[in-house]
Each structure stands twice: as structure tokens, then as C-alpha cells.
């Protein structure tokens, strides 16, 4: 009967003592799972300079790609990046399908409805853009070009009725472009870096027909609104490293700026 006992005892003691490890090295799993959490981010995939495939390393690559990776380095915290267009990364991110988004985006109140943006990285407007000898007048019953959900788009719409003119809507930046050069849409609508950096580079032989560019604000890094307010904060801590010490000022003079 004793030996029973004990015997009951000595199990009863390895199951406690099983059960406390396992506790602890749940803990542990769970812990790790916070530092190892790995963000899912999504972005535009051809807006050079800020995002755009590299032909040769067939990876993506610009301003964002590597600002990313800076602050990432910077507050220690993994990623995943996704490079599926500037609408898709804003469903992504409304739908919770993504953590965040990192794509050349205007700061603005409308936008500020739906998402909490990080501080300003960089700023631009948008311009008119159209082929060489167009003039401004030459919109008037003509269809121009933007690309779904920009800035350049709620600014083509704000002024086509002043120009006269009807919109065209395209899922990228590089359709939009095409659509103008082949004399399917007179103009496109276009933030000023970006269509400036296509005509240096020979990829587009556009004009820009704007005196300047229109509601110049900061681009930044979004989350939706109320969700993500930790990644926020982490992003937010490493810009402002990637500020002071410089990295940020070599990231923008890599692309040219
Ligand atoms: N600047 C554009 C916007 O905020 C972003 C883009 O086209 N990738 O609407």
C-alpha cells in the first residue's frame, strides 16, 4: 500500500513539475512570438524611385524599400514586403490583411479618416503631365489618365470640371503613362518626384505641362486607423534615428534627391 502511494506521488510530482514547465515554456513561446512577430507591410510596385523592380536582382527596390529596411534594422522588429500596387496595399491594409503600408503616400485629412500615419519622410505634390507641345487648354473635351486611389486622382477630379475634361482610371503608374504616350488619354495625373525621376531616366518622353506642383504635403507610413498603434510608435522611433543620424539623407541621395 505504501509503495502504491508513493508511487502515485512520485508521478503526481513529475506531472506538477511537467505542467510548470510546460507553463514556462509556453511563456517563453509567447514572448518570443512578440519579438519575432513578423509585420506584414505592403507597398506600390512601380513607382520609381520610391518602389520599382530592379531588372537585374529581380527584387524591389527605392526610397521606401530601403527606409524600411533602415528603421526595421533600427528598432530590431522583422518584416514581410508585399509589392502589389498603391489601391491593393490600401484595401490590404483596411482589410487587415496587412500590418502596414509604405508607399509613397500623401498625407492628407481625407485620408486621415481611415488611417494614422507616421510622421513625414519626404515631401511632393502633383503635376500635369502630357506629351511635348500640349498645352494646359488642350484638356478641354479630352479624357485624361490617373491611377486608382492617388492623390493625383482626388486632384484631377477636384479640377476636371474648371478644365473640362473626363477621367480615365488605371491600376498603375506605368499603364497611366502608356495611355498618354499612345494618344489614348491627352494628360495624366502624377506626383511631381515620380514622373520627374521617369523623364530623367528615359522611361517616359512626357512634358510636365504644370507651372508647379499642386498640394505639396508629406508622404507616410500607414497603418489603419486605431490598429497597429505599436508598429506605429517603432516606425515613428526609427525615422527619427534615420533622421538624426544621417541614413535618411544617404537613402534620398542614392535615388538622386
Ligand atoms: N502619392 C501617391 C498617393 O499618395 C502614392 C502612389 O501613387 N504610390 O496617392
Not at 520627374?196 to 486607423?225: R, W
Amino acid at each position: 500500500m505504501k509503495k502504491v502511494l508513493a508511487l502515485i506521488l512520485a508521478v503526481a510530482m513529475i506531472a506538477s513539475v511537467a505542467v510548470l514547465a510546460g507553463c514556462s515554456g509556453d511563456k517563453k513561446d509567447g514572448d518570443k512570438k512578440d519579438s519575432e512577430k513578423t509585420y506584414i507591410i505592403y507597398s506600390d510596385n512601380a513607382f520609381a524611385p520610391f518602389e520599382y523592380l530592379d531588372t537585374k536582382s529581380n527584387e524591389y527596390v527605392g526610397v521606401d524599400m530601403d527606409i524600411m529596411a533602415a528603421i526595421a534594422d533600427d528598432q530590431g522588429f522583422k518584416y514581410e514586403m508585399h509589392n502589389e500596387g498603391f489601391d491593393a496595399a490600401m484595401g490590404a491594409v483596411q482589410s487587415g490583411q496587412a500590418d502596414a503600408m509604405i508607399a509613397g503616400m500623401t498625407i492628407n485629412d481625407d485620408r486621415k479618416k481611415t488611417f494614422d500615419f507616421s510622421e513625414p519622410y519626404f515631401d511632393d505634390g502633383q503635376v500635369i503631365v502630357a506629351k511635348d507641345g500640349t498645352k494646359i487648354e488642350d484638356l478641354k473635351g479630352k479624357t485624361v489618365a490617373v491611377k486608382n486611389g492617388t492623390a493625383g486622382k482626388d486632384y484631377a477630379e477636384s479640377v476636371k470640371d474648371e478644365y473640362g475634361f473626363t477621367i480615365n482610371y488605371y491600376k498603375g503608374s506605368p499603364e497611366m503613362y502608356q495611355a498618354v504616350s499612345t494618344g489614348v488619354d491627352v494628360a495624366c495625373f502624377e506626383d511631381f518626384s515620380v514622373i520627374g525621376y521617369a523623364i530623367k531616366t528615359g522611361e517616359v518622353d512626357l512634358k510636365i505641362l504644370s507651372d508647379e506642383p499642386m498640394n505639396v504635403k508629406g508622404y507616410g507610413f500607414a497603418v489603419k486607423k486605431g490598429e497597429n498603434a505599436e508598429l506605429l510608435e517603432k516606425f515613428n522611433a526609427g525615422l527619427k534615428n534615420i533622421k538624426e543620424n544621417g541614413k535618411l539623407k544617404e537613402i534620398l541621395a542614392k535615388y538622386g534627391y
